[in-house]
Structures are given as C-alpha cells and as structure tokens.
C-alpha cells in the first residue's frame, strides 16, 4: 500500500515513510526538491545526516545541509576528489593572481621611476 | 596510481607514503595474515583478503582515519564509492575523503567549505587588489600625471579581466596531479567562523554537468602519494576514535 501524504518532506517520501512533525529532514527537504535529499542520502546515507543534524544548534542546521550537499554533489560530479578539486582550482587562480599583482606593483615601480626622471629632466 | 602493491599509501602513520611495512602487497593491512586492516579493526570484523579497504587503511593509525570517515560518511557508503573507483585512483579518493571526514568533524557546520570560502574570499580581496593598482597604472601612464592614486572604492580595472566563473566543467582534462598536500593547510581563523551560506559553484556559473571524465590524472602519481602521506600528516596526529560507541555492525559478518 503507499500512502501519498502530499505534505511529506523530500527525505521521507525517498524513504517511503511517514514524515512527523519533527522530522529533522523537513525543514531543510522540500517534497519539491528530491534530488537534493538523493544527493546526500546517497554520499552520507540518511543516518548519518540525522544524527549530524541533531547533534548541532537547531539555528545552524539550515547552513550544516548547504554545505553537505554542495560536497555531496561534488563528490556525485567527481568521485575521486569531490570539492577538494574546486580547492585545487582556488589555488591555482590565488597563484596566478598573485604574479598578476606581483608584476602589476612591478610595473608601477617602473611607471613611477620613469616619470620622476621625467620630472627631473623636465627640470634640469 | 601505481597498480603495484608495494606503492599504495595507505592512510596512518607507518604506511603512509608507500614506504611502510603494510604497502608491500597489503601485507601489514589485508586479512592476508598480517592481521585486520584498520578498517576492519575499527568495524571488528574479519579483514578477508580483497579487502576494499586494506590497501588504504594500514592497521595502526588507519583506524584512528577510518574512524572519521565512518563516522561522516558510513563504512558502506565509503565502500560503494570506491567500488565506482578504477583501482588505481582510489588512493586518491581514500585522501580526499579522509581530508573531507575529518573536515567535517572539526567543522559540523561547513566542512571543508569553510576552506573554500576562504579562498574564494582570498581570491576576490586579490582580485580586488590587481584592479586598484592596474587603474593606479594607467593613471600613471596618462599624460597628465597624477600624483594620488585614485580611490579605491570604485576599482576601473582597464586592462585586467577578470577570469572567467569557474565551474566544475573547468577541471582541466589533463593536468598534473593535484598537490594534495597544499590543499589542505588552512587557516585556523576559518574554522570558526560563520558565515551565510551561498553554494560556491554560484560564484562560478554554478555549472553542474558531469565533468569526472574531465579531471584527468597524469601519470607520475608517486607524487601525490608523497603528498597524500604529507597531507594526512600535515593536520597533525591522526584524528581521535571516533566515540559514539561501538562501530557499525552493518558490514559485520
């Protein structure tokens, strides 16, 4: 038999079970988002959401599944690294903006000398 | 990776690096006779030979890793995802997966994506930086010389383009393995700060096609598996057991 409870969250209609008033899943599962609870459920397993969920300040648990799920479906997009890739990236742009600026001051050091030994000859 | 035993980090101290007694083979870690892998003396259950885990987990401080991997993750869930995982990559994603555990542990809020805030704020502030002096350049290369740079509140970048968002499509096809070990230093101020949410990939175009395939690991890896030995260790002793009790009985036989 199913029960269609229209009102059930993402998580408990994916595990086709009935939905309490205090499931910990409902704030943060909308039946109109399944595949957000499928992401996590999938990397983390539905247990291991729960009980890290229950284990923190009700205020921050909005913040705690954002951010599970964004590593949940980097590690779906890229088994192998999963988000620690997107790091590798950051790094690798940090780098290059760094010699970006590095030569930027380089060439403003230039800039300055060239026009203050304008000035100079201008002078003289 | 290295398809030979004998240079397969495992996560912990001894074996890390490929060097140690449990990598030849899974010698040291696989049910083989040198007693449970540290995933299977965490799980206390019997290490079989083929163990998914034994060539990553070696049984002296593997066990203090798996504890945090099972503790985030779940012991079946881990062995699902590795079972997707060509052999010869796996090392990298037991290191990855370790790093994001124990992420988690530290940070029940956000993670590693603290981590990643970080560095998209280090990223903007530099960013930010390189259009203030570039518009300073170009003053400076006008005809009528300017003394004072110009204010900073509305950066004119002139020549600097911004790169373009990054997505997870933008994983390179081909590059150099990644340096591992300087992924993960980060710095102690993020860890306990709190900040609004926003889906990083947002910043980036939010891209979210399948891209695995593109994230091709050159060959070479004893590198990395350099690396990984040094990032495991980087974060200092090996995480504390996991306390909630006994462990999972799920994979028990």
């Known amino acids: 038999k199913s029960v269609m409870n229209p009102k059930r969250c993402a998580a408990c209609r994916y595990l086709r079970r009935r939905c309490p008033k205090d499931c910990v899943f409902s704030p943060f599962f909308p039946p109109n988002n399944p595949e957000k609870f499928a992401c996590v459920h999938r990397i983390y397993g539905a247990g291991n959401v729960s ?64 026009h203050s030994q304008n000035q100079h000859s201008e002078f003289m | 990776m290295s398809g030979g035993g004998n240079t397969i980090p495992s996560v912990g101290g001894a074996g890390c690096g490929g060097g140690g007694g449990s990598s030849s083979g899974g010698g040291g870690s696989s049910g083989g006779g040198g007693g449970p892998c540290g995933a299977c003396k965490f799980l206390r259950r019997k290490c079989v030979p083929g163990c998914i885990f034994a060539p990553y ?22 062995s699902k995802l590795l079972l997707h995982i060509p052999v010869h990559r796996r090392a990298d994603a037991v290191v990855t997966i370790c790093y994001e555990a124990q992420a988690r542990i530290r940070d029940p809020i956000y993670g590693c994506v603290a981590h990643i805030f970080a560095l998209q704020q280090q990223v903007v502030n530099l960013q930010a930086e390189v259009s203030y002096l ?10 009528q010389p300017q003394t004072r740079p110009p204010p900073i509140t509305q950066p004119q970048p002139l020549f600097f383009t911004p790169p373009p968002p ?17 992924i993960v230093d980060p710095p102690t101020s993020w860890a306990t700060q709190q900040r609004r949410f926003v889906d990083p990939r947002n910043q980036y175009g939010g ?39 006994s462990p999972s009985r799920s994979m028990s036989r």
Do not use: W
């Not at chain 1, 009700?58 to 890739?85: H, K, M, N, W």
């Open chain 1, 51 to 114: 009980k890290m969920l229950q284990q923190l300040p009700v205020q921050t648990r909005a913040e705690a599944v954002e951010s599970l799920c964004f590593e949940a479906t980097c590690r779906i997009e890229d088994p192998v690294y999963g988000c620690v890739g997107m790091i590798s990236l950051l790094q690798t742009q940090i780098q290059k903006t760094e010699r970006l600026l590095a030569r930027t001051q380089a060439e403003i050091t230039v800039s300055q000398i060239k």
């Open chain 2, 57 to 78: 987990f070696d049984s002296e401080q593997g066990s203090a890793y798996f504890a945090a991997v099972h503790k985030v993750f779940g012991a079946s869930n881990v």
């Open chain 2, 134 to 143: 570039q518009s300073h350049l170009a003053s400076l290369e006008l005809p």
């Open chain 2, 166 to 182: 990054l997505s997870i499509t933008d994983l390179p096809a081909s590059v150099s393995p990644y340096d591992l070990a300087t």
């Open chain 2, 207 to 245: 891209s979210s096609s399948s891209s695995s395939a593109a994230v091709g690991l050159g060959g070479g890896n004893s590198d990395l598996q350099a690396l990984a030995h040094e990032l495991l260790h980087r974060q200092g002793s090996p995480p504390p057991a996991a306390t909630d009790g």
